[in-house]
């Protein structure tokens, strides 16, 4: 399958605390974008990294991509009861190609 | 809000039924997406239109057909609906459609078959 696969499925975490989830994918990709869906939502873009950058930031939120590794990480630092949410991570196979997301992990702030 | 709209919000439908789901992109999008969301699937891509033409493809049923219009809005039409058509029906809007563009969602139609 092309898809993505995010891990953890679910992630619990106390507020203040850095949340990491983790994206591995099985091709070359163009980029590797990270969305988050509250429930029942439609999906809002976050970030978007490229195959030739290895870190990006925006705000409080950190995404790496290792191409060798086929994986890329997203860590909110300093979790919020506002980030609980599912977050997604999506790519593409080159630059006219489709979408292809993955499973998504299911974020739970507790406070 | 993300400037794309979709109607009706909540659909509830008997099986063998046929609906229109209905989505206007962002002011100045060409490229419509259309995405199936299920508990058990996750988020399958069903296609891609960009200006009025088919783009890609994904995992869309031969019961299901979609088009975009002149004025870019598209249809998703599904036909001869089952239990397992329920679901939330995203769509999303790019400006260039070009894979890895950075996508707009709607808020969604939610879609129960009885």
């Known amino acids: 399958s092309q898809q993505g696969e995010e891990d953890p499925q679910a992630l619990s975490i106390q507020e203040g605390e850095n949340a990491t989830m983790n994206c591995s994918y099985k091709t070359s990709i163009n980029n590797l974008q990270w969305y988050r869906q509250n429930s029942g939502r439609g999906l809002v873009h976050l970030i978007l990294i490229r195959s030739n950058e290895r870190e990006k930031h925006s705000g409080r939120l950190r995404v790496t991509l290792d191409t060798s590794k086929k994986s890329s990480s997203l860590l909110i630092t300093a979790s919020r009861a506002a980030d609980t949410a599912s977050y997604f991570c999506?790519?593409?196979?080159?630059?006219?190609?489709?979408?292809?997301f993955g499973k998504g992990t299911r974020l739970h702030i507790l406070p | 809000d993300s400037g794309v709209t979709q109607t009706p919000k909540h659909l509830i439908t008997a099986t063998g039924q046929r609906v229109t789901l209905r989505c206007s992109p962002r002011s100045g999008d060409l490229s419509v997406y259309w995405y199936q969301q299920s508990l058990d699937q996750g988020l399958q891509f069903l296609i891609q239109?960009?200006?009025?033409?088919?783009?890609a493809k994904g995992n869309i049923l031969e019961r299901f057909s979609a088009q975009q219009f002149p004025d870019l809005h598209s249809e998703l039409n599904l036909s001869s609906l089952e239990l397992g058509d329920s679901a939330l029906y995203f769509c999303a809007s790019s400006v260039d459609g070009r894979g890895g563009s950075k996508q707009y969602f709607g808020p969604g139609t939610r879609l129960t078959v009885t």
């Open positions: 239109y960009y200006n009025g033409e088919e783009r």
């Open positions: 999506a790519f593409a196979m080159n630059r006219d190609d489709k979408i292809i």
